[in-house]
T-cell receptor
């Protein structure tokens, strides 16, 4: 059973618009949550990591929230650029030790059009 | 420049042939991973390595084996490749599994088994 669900599956926005990507998970324990950006044909690049029970992070035009009580995270992208076109992947880590596992969502495919 | 390098980037093999995927990292990271990524699915963990000759099965190890004889190299081996092993394979590394430890991914190897 998929433990990390992302929505929407795909999203098309116009350059300059804002967008919000959702991640719901059932992973237990939920030590931390990362958002990755994956350009087509490339590897995953970390955007941000959230750790606290209710956490917020900001990295340029990317901002993210985490609510561990709701097991829910959001990734906000403001003033989108064409280069934001990519797949955004939510990953939940179930422990903070070497024995921990990472649980990957299938990703949200974001397409930014002119 | 911190990076994870995968070779080759693209590979076509016949069913039954042996396959060797190579991964290197220049960060002296202890932990390394092999994942596969299939359309519509999150990355699935094949094997994890905690250091030289300290490897553990991931979630889908069947049909694969690994070798880590040097900290900077982690190889994935398919003995007698099968068509259902057609996928994109990603190698990753991290200093540890702590929550604030970044995970670095290679650009992937696209393997096609015909």
């Amino acid at each position: 059973k998929t433990q990390v669900e992302q929505s929407p599956q795909s999203l098309v926005v116009r350059q300059g618009e804002n967008c919000v990507l959702q991640c719901n998970y059932s992973v237990t324990p939920d030590n931390h949550l990362r958002w990755f950006k994956q350009d087509t044909g490339k590897g995953l690049v970390s955007l941000t990591v959230l750790v606290d029970q209710k956490d917020k992070t900001s990295n340029g035009r990317y901002s993210a929230t985490l609510d561990k009580d709701a097991k829910h995270s959001t990734l906000h992208i403001t003033a989108t650029l064409l280069d934001d076109t990519a797949t955004y992947i939510c990953v939940v880590g179930d422990r903070g030790s070497a024995l921990g596992r990472l649980h990957f969502g299938a990703g949200t495919q974001l397409i930014v059009i002119p | 420049d911190m990076k994870v390098t995968q070779m080759p980037r693209y590979l076509i093999k016949r069913m039954g042939e042996n396959v060797l995927l190579e991964c290197g990292q220049d960060m002296s990271h202890e932990t390394m991973y092999w994942y596969r990524q299939d359309p519509g699915l999150g990355l699935q963990l094949i094997y994890i390595s905690y250091d030289v000759d300290s490897n553990s099965e991931g979630d889908i190890p069947k049909g694969y084996r690994v070798s880590r004889k040097k900290r900077e190299h982690f190889s994935l081996i398919l003995d007698s490749a099968k068509t259902n092993q057609t996928s994109v394979y990603f190698c990753a590394s991290s200093l540890s599994q702590a929550a604030n430890t970044e995970v670095f991914f290679g650009k992937g190897t696209r393997l096609t088994v015909v």
